[in-house]
């Protein structure tokens, strides 16, 4: 047949390339001739094929590797088809209906600017630029488009089946075709089955980089040769080195388990040339099932704890890092711990855990505290930064305490490491002085013993300068007495040393009677301080130890009055010559005729005199009861300003010249 079809041609055509030889495999039609899609408004077209439809040569698996298309009309030279595209699939379709083109097939020939020749009635050959695999089993379905619409390009031969749409075509531009029918292009195409030369084992690729430990995954080659002949051995290897054998002849491979990491390659055979090539490898790493003994810790003394693998399913050995096997692990010392699992499918997990010895709370309370009397001592366990628990529940770093007693705290680091401190609190008395007292007088030059001798007392300090018991002083100051005990106990005392000041007084003050008792006088010192006891000789050879005596003379005359004044440390004399006339008071005729008079009387805040003498008042004396001063006015006025004068009984001496002394009494009230 494929004889005849060469002497058919030849005679016909002549040399045409397009009639090199038959068809492998070929469906051709004689009429229904159409422009789709080289030469119409539809330049995209998709045909749909039946193994059984196929004549020519025993279908069987292998590479499409040229493709035909009947002509049937003659292209006068060439025309240029922009963007050629031709594209075969396998399906299990049976037919095909108008809308979205079916998609996932294989682009196997294209061309940017494709010199398109075609003679009438002759298969027009495109060499694949991608070879095609076809099982001979599937359906088959067949893409060509062209990048304008209208391109110039022949007509093809069509027919069909007449049943069942077989055709779709549209735009290339549009994802959905446009119509849908029975026809079918006459196509054809050229197969190879056995492979030549050395195949290309291409690369392993996997469904996944890693697994979990135990599982497995599905390895296949891509990009490898395809031929029906061809051989395949899958190997394994751990190392990279030592391969292994493994799996069945196709290409793909699924391990029974995958336990470790494991690298993986194919060998592909072609037995029609008896050459190997071995693909790329790739690796399948594996999620360990879950191992862990927890984070680096710490051991505190006197404690211990497990470290345990039995939540790890399916075991098969254990071994820890002191042989042991068990499941569980007692911790016991500070150290490196490490164990290895090893699972029923040969699963493998090793886990370390590092132990170091935890901070420890320090011993630092003392056995015993010394409580001094009324006082406070605080105790200190020391350990800075860790937390407290005492046995009154506090919980603060230090505790004052008041009383006597037994004390014990609990210390807690960081790494929870515990340790309880107790100590004694013992009450010590403090030391006791009863012959210091706060206050002292001395006299200037005097010295004063300060006895600080003291029941409990072993150190004595007086003002940082002086450290026996006794201290004799002679300085008026502050001395302060610091005693302590045995037991440190702090006692503290102090004492004002005063200077005693010496007797003084301003002078005193004589106030004589009126009327007929003018030698009674009335006598009082002023101002007086410090004093402590008085002295009175009135010259007249009589005395007098009170403050304000009151004395009689037996005669008018000049008498020489002293007053000793005197305290425990000092005396001083104050002396004054007074005079004692019948003409003091200024009482007789002057008063009689009212010539120097004073009023109101009582008075409030002004005093007011009347001077209708011949006499110019030289001075004005308000005297208490007690021959004090509390008023004087010189050359007085008309009115006196008495208002700071106190409510009471008074005596006013005026004064004219030397010749006249009037004493009046005034009561002022307020």
């Known amino acids: 047949m494929k004889k005849l079809y060469f002497l058919l041609c030849f005679l016909v055509f002549g040399l045409n390339h397009t009639c090199l030889k038959a068809q492998d495999h070929f469906v051709l039609y004689t009429g229904g001739d159409n422009y789709i899609p080289y030469n119409f408004s539809s330049n995209k077209a998709q045909w749909l094929y039946f193994p059984a439809e196929f004549t020519g040569g025993v279908l069987q698996p292998g590479l499409i590797t040229r493709f035909y298309i009947r002509a049937a009309s003659t292209i006068s030279g060439s025309v240029n088809l922009p963007d050629l595209t031709i594209k075969i699939g396998s399906t299990s379709l049976t037919t095909l209906v108008s809308g979205p083109w079916v998609g996932g097939l294989t682009t196997v020939f294209y061309s940017a600017s494709y010199p398109q020749t075609g003679t009438a009635n002759t298969w027009v050959a495109y060499d694949l630029q991608t070879p095609f695999y076809w099982d001979a089993v599937s359906n088959l379905i067949v893409e060509i488009s062209v990048g304008v619409t209208n391109a110039g ?36 195409f050229d197969m190879t089955s056995n492979c030549t030369g050395s195949p290309n084992a291409g690369i392993v690729t996997k469904t996944t980089n890693r697994v979990d430990c135990g599982s497995t995954t599905t390895l296949s080659l891509s990009g490898n040769s395809i031929f029906p002949n061809l051989q395949y051995q899958w190997q394994e290897s751990y190392n990279r080195t030592v391969w292994n054998d493994v799996g069945t002849n196709a290409t793909s491979y699924t391990p029974a388990v995958i336990n470790r990491k494991t690298y993986y390659r194919c060998v592909v055979h072609c037995p029609t040339s008896s050459q190997t090539s071995i693909s790329a490898m790739d690796s399948v790493d594996i999620n360990k099932f879950p191992l862990d003994l927890g984070v680096d810790t710490h051991l505190c003394v006197n404690t211990s704890f497990n470290l345990s693998v039995a ?85 603060t770093p230090t ?93 503290t005392k102090t004492s004002q040393v005063s200077y005693f000041p010496d007797p003084t007084i301003r002078g005193f003050t004589y106030v004589p009677y009126f009327y007929n008792e003018l030698k009674k006088v009335v006598f009082g010192p002023i101002d007086p301080s410090s004093v402590n006891f008085y002295e009175w000789h009135f010259g007249d050879g009589n005395s007098s130890t009170l403050k ?78 007690l021959g004090r001063e509390v008023l004087s006015v010189l050359r007085p006025g008309n009115t006196i300003d008495i208002s700071k004068v106190a409510a009471g009984s008074y005596v006013v001496k005026i004064r004219c010249g030397a010749e006249l002394t009037i004493n009046h009494k005034l009561t002022v009230v307020k």
């Open 153 to 188: 390009g022949f007509t093809i031969k069509q027919g069909g089946p007449l049943t069942g749409n077989r055709r779709m075509y549209g735009l290339t531009s549009n994802p959905n075709s446009s119509g849908a029918d029975y026809t079918q292009a006459s196509i054809g």
């Open 548 to 625: 304000n005596p009151t004395h009689t003379y037996d005669a008018f005359g000049d008498y020489l009055v002293q007053l000793y004044v005197s305290n425990d440390c000092n005396v001083r004399l104050y002396s004054q010559e007074i005079r004692i006339q019948e003409g003091n008071t200024g009482t007789g005729e002057l008063e009689s005729k009212g010539m120097i008079g004073l009023y109101p009387n009582p008075a409030n805040d002004l005093l007011h005199i009347n001077n209708t003498s011949p006499y110019k008042i030289d001075q004005l004396v308000v005297y208490d009861v």
């Open 311 to 395: 939540g790890v399913p399916n075991v098969s050995t254990i071994a820890w890092d002191d042989n042991s096997a068990s499941a569980t692990r007692a911790v016991t010392t500070p150290g490196t711990y490490f164990v290895t699992v090893t699972q029923t499918n040969g699963c493998i997990n090793a886990d370390t855990i590092k132990v170091r010895s935890g901070v420890e709370p320090q011993a630092a309370l003392p056995a015993s505290y010394n409580l001094c009397e009324d006082s406070v001592v605080v105790l200190n366990p020391g350990n800075a930064g860790m937390t407290f628990l005492w046995n009154n529940n506090a919980t």
């Open 399 to 491: 505790l004052a305490v008041r009383a006597p007693g037994n004390y014990s705290v609990q210390v807690t680091s960081g790494d929870k490491c515990r340790a309880s401190f107790q100590t004694v609190v013992t009450e010590r008395p403090l030391p006791v002085n009863t012959t210091v007292l706060p206050f002292y007088n001395i006299c200037i030059g005097d010295s004063l013993r300060l006895d600080g001798s003291s029941t409990h007392g072993v150190s004595y300090n007086w003002n940082d300068v002086y450290f026996q018991p006794v201290y004799v002083v002679r300085d008026s100051g502050l001395y302060v007495l610091q005693v302590r005990s045995d037991y440190g106990c702090l006692t």
